[in-house]
């Protein structure tokens, strides 16, 4: 696997061919394109934008047709990014540690524990908002949690299959497990593994600008609208490059599992961002508003602890 040894522009241009390869791929069919009507006009263009209501002959981004059509255009350059990298490395038996999708099997109590343990890391951030899903789950609140609504959606339409499966398995193969590979057969870039985390994500970042363009749309085409569109795809570019270096770091923390970024992408994915204030309304009303302080504490300086080198201890065995 070490023989192959790529230039850092190379491993850049690969890296970047991956993204484009990725978000290009749904812009190749007809049936994954979105499709935009002029919007009525607008009495005041600067008015607050509100979603409009779709046209007869629109294909939105959560229509189930152009979900399908989306889902194996991804799937396809999935694959197509996992054989690159095969094709880079000579063999398919060379590039799946590399890639990180080999698995790994308990042999004993304590493998065991180094497999399951990285799993852990993200959710602990989570703890306040996990409680807050335990409160939710009581006779007054109907026993409804953001959790549960979230993973019942999982089996009942093609967006739980986007959203919970599919997007965060083919991104992290790609922008985590693809991208990564190439810079790591780079010994200069391999050697700065904390510019890994800092520099790799930035392509996982960029790659949620084109949603932009569904937002401006949506809104009503008006300069509001694309003020907002702007500002809410920069934010999102913002917030996924934080997350993709969480998930670079997870990655080589051990030793390349791809494993544990995917299961990390899933659990945010169905928790979204924590909605503090309202957790703190449901803790009031079940009485333990002071508990959801502080489960929210323990989970930040818990998180915290954990991906600092003292605390590392319990669930990473990589080089950082």
């Known amino acids: 696997m070490q ?3 790529l230039s850092p522009t190379t491993a850049h241009l ?5 993204a484009s390869v990725y978000v290009g791929s749904i812009y190749v069919s007809k049936e994954a394109r979105l499709v935009f009507s002029a919007p009525p006009t607008v009495a005041n263009p600067t008015d607050e934008p509100r979603e409009r ?3 007869e002959n629109e294909r939105w981004r959560d229509d189930p ?4 059509a989306r889902l194996a255009a991804v799937s396809i350059a999935t694959v197509l990014c996992v054989a690159v990298v095969c094709w880079i490395t000579r063999s398919v038996p060379a590039a799946m540690p590399l890639l990180g999708l080999r698995p790994s099997f308990p042999t004993s109590l304590s493998s065991l524990q180094r497999i399951v343990a990285p799993h852990l890391v993200t959710p ?3 703890l306040g908002p996990l409680y807050a899903e335990l409160l939710s789950f009581s006779p ?3 026993w409804r949690g953001t959790f549960s609504t979230r993973t019942k959606l999982l089996f009942s339409n093609v967006t739980g299959l986007r959203n919970y499966v599919v997007a965060p398995i083919t991104e992290e193969i790609v922008f985590r497990a693809c991208v990564l590979s ?10 700065n593994q904390v510019g890994l985390v800092l520099t790799t994500p930035l392509n996982f970042g960029l790659a949620h600008l084109h949603h932009a363009w569904d937002t401006y749309n949506r809104l009503g085409r008006t300069a509001a609208a694309l003020k907002r569109a702007i500002l809410v795809s920069l934010f999102q570019m913002m917030y996924t490059t934080l997350f993709g ?3 670079t770091y997870l990655f080589l923390q051990t030793h390349y599992s791809i494993y544990v970024p995917i299961t990390a992408h899933v659990f945010c994915n169905i928790m979204g961002f924590p909605d503090f204030y309202g957790d703190l309304r449901l803790g009031e009303g079940e009485g333990r508003r002071s508990v959801v302080i502080v489960a929210y504490l323990c989970g930040v300086i818990g998180f915290a602890y954990s991906v600092m080198p003292m605390g590392r201890w319990w669930w990473a065995f990589g080089e950082i």
């Open 245 to 247: 270096a969480l998930c």
């Open 124 to 126: 602990l951030l989570f």
């Open 140 to 142: 007054r609140n109907r």
């Open 14 to 18: 690969l890296g970047l061919a991956f």
């Open 3 to 5: 023989d192959v040894v």
């Open 182 to 191: 190439v810079y790591l057969l780079s010994p200069v870039l391999a050697l």
């Open 53 to 55: 209501l779709k046209g």
């Open 65 to 68: 047709d152009v979900i399908k």
